[in-house]
């Protein structure tokens, strides 16, 4: 046996199983393996201070770039700012991290993964590595089994002339013309003049034009009275939005008996595709398994998955109406109203706990979609006709 552990792909999810498990069983050979240049690729991975309980807040804490106490919302008819802490990580902190964790014999880069079993890795040289357990974390694959539609994004880290003037993150600046979805900018101030600034739709198709989505940051930049001196870095994300879907088929699509974490694993949050908060619960869970064996981790991480996804099947039903009752203006209204809400309750969605007091707040009121055609959506939905 090579290693104790391989993680299969050094993204997000492995990268923090590879951290817990350094902190907690630093005895376990673990292993990462990823095929890009870098661990962590290029992201910034944001979340809301709520989504982590404070023992993970602690544990994570050296990941974080940048933290805010509250952050706004923009619609047309209302705007709002809401006392919530908000933090962002970078995959550079997070490759850091991992090489301060592991010795760099067991941190593979460039090196392309073609074929995982639970206990073996082939590469694309054709070298094959044992270990008593491969996690596969490669990321977002192809699947039949899941009904996803997508948050798609091009984000720009820029350098101003002069100061933006913003004291927080706008989550969501949903005052700009509305098309291909439901389309809002999306603001992190990283300092006086500098800014990650993203142009963000909840889209029925998976395409993007990056040359058109830098149109549009230029365009809002402008409108804001900003200057942009310098882009620093550019990301572009396209992340899964769940309808529905059949968790265990999916399951069955994947290698046998090999444990998956991360969006391999479906574990994003179905309304907004990200996956920070359940990254690190499931770094939480693996490095407390009693063994670390293949099977262990595969009945514990598969178990996990599908638990969460039966747990968020009302935010699957709040897609359905978003993507195929809503017409495109009324998604707009669909969010605007729901940021009207209770703070307490807006964290509780976005941290995947909510209430049952807090659907029924959700769903009572005047709906912004007439209550006949989002009926009729759903029943149609469940006949397949949708
Ligand atoms: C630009 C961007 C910004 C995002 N922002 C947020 C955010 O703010 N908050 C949030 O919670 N979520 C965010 N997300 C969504 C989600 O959290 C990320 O997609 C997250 O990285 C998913 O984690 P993962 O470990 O499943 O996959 P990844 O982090 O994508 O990791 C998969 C890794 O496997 C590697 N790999 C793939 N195939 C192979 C192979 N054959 N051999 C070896 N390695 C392989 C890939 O190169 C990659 O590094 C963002 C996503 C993107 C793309």
Redesign the pocket.
């Known amino acids: 046996m090579d290693f104790d552990i391989i993680l299969?792909?050094?993204?997000?999810?492995?990268?923090l199983i590879a951290l817990r498990l350094a902190q907690l069983r630093p005895e376990v050979r673990v292993a990462i393996?990823?095929?890009?240049p870098t661990?962590?690729?290029?992201?910034?991975?944001?979340?809301f201070a709520h989504d982590l309980t404070p023992a993970q807040r602690q544990w994570t804490a050296p990941l974080f770039a940048h933290r805010w106490d509250h952050y706004d919302v923009r619609f047309p008819a209302h705007s709002r700012t809401l006392q919530a802490g908000y933090g962002?990580c970078t995959s550079g902190l997070l490759a850091t991290e991992i090489a301060g964790a592991l010795p760099p014999e067991r941190i593979l880069t460039a090196?392309?993964?073609?074929a995982v079993t639970p206990t073996s890795v082939t590469l694309a040289d054709q070298r094959v590595l044992s270990a008593g357990a491969v996690i596969d974390?490669?990321?977002?694959g192809p699947t039949k089994a899941l009904d996803l539609r997508w948050q798609k994004?091009l984000?720009q880290e820029v350098e101003l002339a002069e100061p933006h003037g913003l004291s927080g993150p706008v989550i969501m600046d949903a005052t700009v013309p509305q098309f291909d979805g439901y389309r809002f900018v999306y603001l992190l101030p990283f300092g006086p003049r500098h800014l990650l600034i993203e142009d963000t739709y909840f889209s029925d198709g998976a395409d993007l034009s990056p040359e058109l989505l830098r149109r549009h940051l230029a365009d809002y930049a402008a409108s804001q009275g900003w200057s942009v001196v310098r882009v620093l870095r550019e990301?572009?994300?396209?992340?899964p939005l769940g309808l529905g879907g059949d968790i265990q088929a999916f399951w069955d699509e994947g290698d046998a008996g090999v444990p998956r974490?991360?969006?391999?694993a479906g574990?994003?949050?179905p309304v907004?595709?990200?996956?920070?908060?359940d990254?690190v619960g499931m770094a939480d869970l693996v490095a407390a398994l009693p063994s670390l064996d293949a099977a262990t981790i595969y009945r514990a991480t598969r178990d996990h998955s599908v638990g969460a996804w039966k747990a968020r099947g009302m935010y699957r039903l709040l897609n359905r109406m978003l993507f195929l009752a809503a017409h495109n203006e009324e998604r707009r209204h669909v969010l605007e109203r729901f940021y009207t809400l209770d703070a307490g309750l807006v964290g509780r969605f976005y941290a995947a706990k909510p209430e049952l007091r807090d659907w029924m707040r959700i769903l009572s009121g005047k709906p912004p979609i007439p209550p006949m055609r989002a009926l009729s959506t759903l029943i149609k939905y469940e006949m397949g006709k949708a």
């Open positions: 299969a792909g050094g993204g997000l999810a492995n990268g393996i990823e095929s890009g661990l962590g690729g290029n992201h910034t991975w944001s979340s962002s090196t392309p993964i073609v974390g490669r990321g977002q994004f984000g990301e572009i994300g396209i992340l974490v991360g969006l391999r574990m994003f949050h907004t595709g990200y996956s920070f908060p990254a």
